[in-house]
């Protein structure tokens, strides 16, 4: 993937992602999207670069909303054992 995709996409890519996730997420995951790309191999006989490029980023924000909810369901049921756990015997 030639950097003049990056340069040509990032910022675009970056705004759609800041759209629905926190602007320090969106720093990590517009970049993890380039990575993926490089990865990806694109092939421009299947279509154009942008919609690839959308798709990507797509997968990364719903894998992304999908650790941080495991994340907080972890959370509230160490919290729930911690406070069951501190109760007044008396």
């Known amino acids: ?3 003049d995709l990056f340069d040509r996409y990032f910022a675009e890519i970056h705004r759609y992602i800041a ?7 969106a720093d990590d995951l517009a970049a993890e999207v380039f990575l993926a790309a490089l990865r990806g191999r694109y092939d421009p006989a299947v279509g154009e670069v942008r919609p690839w490029l959308y798709g990507i980023a797509t997968n990364l924000v719903a894998r ?3 650790t941080e909810t495991t994340r907080w369901k972890a959370l ?7 406070w069951d756990g501190h ?3 008396h």
């Open 1 to 3: 993937m030639p950097t």
């Open 19 to 25: 759209r629905r996730l926190p602007t320090d997420d």
């Open 87 to 89: 109760e007044d015997p």
């Open 76 to 82: 509230s049921r160490a919290a729930e054992r911690d």
């Open 64 to 66: 992304h909303r999908r």
